[in-house]
């Protein structure tokens, strides 16, 4: 009686060493959302020094805590 054949193994390609090190990959989209923060924290800085305590820090929240992190994720 013929032994059946086992199943052909798959190899799953490995990431080489330059995938793995820095494959940050940013898009437009990201690029955008970045700017947007930096220009934000920097109008805040910019208007915390002229003396605004209400608009100043609201800028500095948003590009701090909203924008930069989205930044990043998406």
């Known amino acids: 009686m013929p032994r059946p054949t086992p199943a052909p193994s798959r190899t799953v390609p490995q990431p080489t060493a330059v995938e793995t090190e820095g494959s940050?990959?940013?898009s437009p989209r990201n690029l955008a959302l970045l700017g947007a923060g930096l220009l934000a924290i920097i109008a805040g800085?910019?208007?915390?020094s002229g003396g605004d305590t209400v608009l100043a820090p609201l800028l500095l929240v948003l590009g701090?805590?909203?924008?930069?992190p989205l930044g990043?994720?998406?």
């Open 24 to 26: 940050l990959r940013f």
């Open 45 to 48: 800085y910019v208007l915390m």
């Open 64 to 68: 701090y805590a909203v924008l930069i």
């Open 72 to 74: 990043i994720i998406f």
